[in-house]
């Protein structure tokens, strides 16, 4: 491992290098007298220390490569990291040197992109190119992303360009997807599918055979008392009967409607009525207190060959304790029925005692009775048919043909269907040398004697796999006229709704009005309240925050038995996340919420959690904070806990790191291979200062683990899913925990030693806990707020914040710094950059 005091002589020797001609480059002096009298005694190109040969490095900026290597060497300067003994190097040298090389890399990275443009063209993720597809189609349902193969990351995001590349394997999936959705686009018969209805009332609401989990999960009611086996046969119609069900799903454990099977794709509407309960001791119902969440779960009937694919459908419903009737729409698939879901509650399952036969345990009441939903009946109606048909999608691909497509004129039918669709597919004029192309597919195939619509799919197909479709231009020079501003459409759109432009922006693009400063201002503040910045706020944190991972890793059930099969709690944890983001941009919230705030949204579920004041209902609200929280902004909430850690321990090498890449924007150094990582004693016998006192006794370690470590260890008072806690968990020493879980099984832990939260940043500043360390990090608030511009920098654009265009990265900060740096204006900003709209920005 080379040694930093080496690499900063290394660093030395390269600017040295740079005073002399190097293919045709010069730094001019005094930096070359500098660099002879500090560093050319120990570096020459014979016996460079460290093992670096920096002899063949040149300062031919022009080459991106060469730009790429010396760009870290000004960063390391620039941070003072390099070199490491503040007095090899006064500051008014440190300022030459790094003037120097700014210049220099900053003039030769502005001429590329002048040049050759900021990045490549950005290929449509397979979430956009879905999104397209319903929206071109008038398809809101339409499911084809899983056709496509998994988009490759880079830079922690799946929107970089170069990592967006196309295969021949990538583009025959995409055809078969864009197959799949004409063909789903296309009327099917001369009318829609016909209306499925349902009804159940008494033992009909509920599938025969009980595997459910024990009575107290699930038994039939009468006045309010559960009926026995004998009296339920004679009252199985009994429209008075209630369904009473007080457990959460599970596979395989299954609950459904008996008797309702989808036979055809669609949503189907479901209404029915209900009420909270509590049940208490000898199988008794009253009113519950407070509402249960609940939602359904689409799921094939159980059966021998049924797989564990189940899905939640409908969204969450809050059940009232009032009888009321509630109406979701749910999505089947054939042969598909839904199941209840209620969240929250206990999980029965079977266990084995004694070398017996399974039997079920339910974990003990709540005080008051435990809570669950009493059903009284239940409808379902679908699937639910178009307003019209033939259907929208259908008037797309073929305007005014009916459901049997026929042509009496083939060639002008097809020349006009096709570039009417292409007008309402494309975000931007076709050239109509492409359109010709596209014609002649159609010809041929009626030619070899295909049928009309057939031909005209093929042709379809054709253009949504082109590159008409699939790829995302650069704004150019506004001197090529309305591409740059359709080039500028695309970009806003599918940065902030993931999508294609709507008739506004085209409308826009088309007058030529989108490099307005006020136009584009109303524009994105448009988007950012339309409900396609749902799925910005999706995406975005998918990959920035990880919260496509939340599920990875279950809790470890013999350390953290409270947490076994609490589904709702993870739901709302990643729900509160996603809020919190949202408000973020749509309130228009300082950058320093990013690490601190004095508030959260919670529910039901995570004000337990946080140990809060009860909540009702399963809806984030806005909950400020006692004083003395350790809760309140991204960096103390349980989802980021939760995507930190493996399910059985909390690591602060892991959080730390995570933590100061993805909040603070200063990336650690990529750990050596030949290092382990430090694994945890989950005995309880040693803390994890202990273990990673043992992991930096190399000097080498220590230093950069004191980059991220102390983050780290400041939160080690968050266990696994962000809940407080003051000790360690182990399985053998320490104070034991004994009890039932959620699964009515036995469990035992262990208490060990107290957590010590107190630490040390690399500043030489210190910290008692996590309250302290807020502190500290919302103090640089200019940082929070240019890290967050560089992660929406490399989602808008595709391309990560060139050396070029940090000069307008801190003008933007400087514009903002006065209000705080708050996260609309900083979105603002950047679409109105040169970095977002080209080479000359607004007008």
Not at 115 to 123: E, K, M, Q, V, Y
Not at 152 to 159: L, Y
Not at 180 to 196: E, F, I, N
Not at 230 to 254: C, G, I, M, N, V
Request: glycine fraction near 6%.
């Amino acid at each position: 491992m080379i040694s930093t005091t080496r690499f900063a002589l290394a660093v030395c020797l390269l600017l040295f290098l740079c005073t002399s001609r190097l293919a045709g480059a010069e730094i001019a002096e005094p930096l070359g007298e500098l660099i002879r009298q500090t560093c050319i005694d120990c570096h020459d190109g014979e016996s460079a220390e460290g093992g670096l040969d920096l002899v063949s490095l040149a300062f031919t900026l022009d080459d991106r490569e060469l730009r790429d290597r010396w760009i870290p060497i000004h960063d390391r300067i620039h941070a003072g990291e390099m070199p490491p003994d503040p007095t090899m190097l006064s500051d008014p040298d440190r300022q030459t040197m790094l003037k120097a090389l700014n210049d220099a890399i900053a003039r030769a990275d502005r001429a590329d992109v002048i040049t050759n443009g900021r990045g490549p063209l950005r290929r449509l993720t397979r979430e956009e190119y879905e999104q397209n597809l319903r929206d071109v189609l008038k398809l809101p349902l339409l499911d084809i992303r899983d056709m496509l193969p998994e988009d490759r990351e880079s830079d922690r995001f799946n929107k970089t360009a170069t990592a967006l590349d196309m295969s021949r394997v990538q583009l025959a999936a995409y055809l078969d997807a864009a197959e799949a959705a004409l063909q789903q686009a296309r009327a099917d018969g001369p009318k829609p599918p016909q209306v499925t209805k349902y009804r159940a009332v008494g033992t009909k609401l509920f599938t025969p055979k009980n595997t459910y989990g024990g009575r107290e999960a699930m038994f039939f009611a009468k006045d309010n008392k559960a009926v026995g086996a004998k009296e339920l046969e004679a009252l199985k119609d009994d429209s008075t009967l209630e369904l009473a069900l007080f457990r959460s799903a599970h596979w395989p454990y299954f609950g459904y409607p008996r008797g309702f099977v989808a036979k055809l794709p669609g949503e189907f509407r479901v209404r029915f009525s209900a009420r909270a309960v509590l049940q208490t001791e000898g199988y008794q119902l009253q009113s519950a207190t407070a509402p249960v969440p609940m939602t359904f779960r689409a799921r094939k009937p159980s059966g021998p060959d049924v797989s564990g694919d189940v899905r939640a459908t409908g969204g969450i419903m809050d059940i009232q304790p009032k009888p009321a009737v509630y109406e979701t729409t749910v999505r089947l698939l054939p042969t598909e029925t839904f199941e209840y879901s209620l969240l929250g509650l206990p999980v029965p399952l079977a266990r084995n005692v004694n070398g017996g036969p399974p039997t079920y345990r339910y974990p003990p009441f709540p005080e008051g009775g435990q809570p669950g939903v009493a059903f009284q009946w239940l409808e379902v109606e679908g699937p639910l048919p178009p307003e019209s048909w033939p259907p929208p999608s259908h008037q797309v691909l073929f305007d005014d043909f009916g459901p049997e497509v026929t042509s009496e004129n083939l060639t002008e039918d097809a020349r006009r269907l096709l570039r009417r669709f292409v007008h309402l597919a494309a975000r931007e004029p076709v050239p109509e040398e492409a359109l010709v192309r596209f014609e002649q597919l159609i010809q041929r195939r009626l030619e070899q004697g295909s049928p009309f619509p057939e031909a005209m799919l093929a042709g379809y197909k054709a253009f949504l796999c082109s590159s008409h479709f699939l790829y995302l231009r650069e704004p150019s020079d506004p001197a090529t006229g309305n591409l740059d501003q359709y080039a500028i459409a695309s970009r806003l759109s599918h940065f902030l709704t993931s999508t294609r432009p709507d008739p506004t922006l085209m409308e826009l693009a088309a007058a030529g009005k989108l490099r307005d400063a006020d136009t584009l201002c109303r524009e994105t503040d448009r988007l950012i309240d339309s409900p396609g910045f749902d799925r910005f706020v999706q995406n975005f944190t998918d990959y920035w925050l990880d919260l496509r991972n939340i599920r990875r890793d279950e809790p470890d059930i013999r350390l953290h038995p409270e947490y076994r099969f609490d589904d709702y709690l993870i739901e709302s944890m990643e729900r509160e996340t996603r809020t919190f983001f949202a408000a973020m941009i749509r309130d228009n919230f300082p950058s320093s919420v990013l690490v601190d705030a004095d508030f959260v949204y919670a529910n039901d579920r995570l004000a337990r959690h946080y140990r809060l004041k009860p909540l009702s209902g399963s809806q984030m609200q806005k909950v400020v904070l006692p004083d003395d929280s350790p809760y309140g902004g991204l960096l103390a909430q349980a989802a980021i806990m939760k995507v930190t850690a493996n399910g059985t321990s909390t690591s602060p090498v892991i959080r730390g790191a995570w933590i100061m890449e993805r909040l603070i924007g200063q990336p650690p150094p990529p750990p050596p291979k030949s290092v382990p990582a430090v694994e945890p004693d989950i005995r309880g016998a040693k803390t994890i200062r202990e273990l990673l006192a043992l992991h930096t006794k190399s000097e080498s370690c220590a230093g950069c683990h004191a980059r991220f470590d102390p983050v780290g260890l400041a939160l080690e008072n968050f266990d696994i899913l962000g809940g407080w806690r003051t000790r360690y968990r182990g399985i053998e020493q320490g104070e034991s925990v004994t009890g039932i879980d959620r699964a009515g099984h036995d469990f035992a832990y262990t208490l060990a030693e107290p957590i010590d939260a107190s630490g040390q940043l690399l500043s030489g500043l210190r910290f008692r806990d996590i309250h302290d360390l807020k502190t500290v990090l919302a103090s640089n608030p200019r940082q929070l707020a240019r890290n967050l511009l560089h992660q929406f920098t490399l989602y808008a654009t595709g391309t990560p914040v060139r050396f070029s265009d940090r000069a307008e990265i801190e003008s933007i900060l400087d514009a903002c710094e006065s209000d705080g740096y708050r996260v609309r204006d900083l979105i603002h900003s950047l679409v109105q950059s040169r970095i977002f709209l080209g080479k000359d920005g607004c007008r």
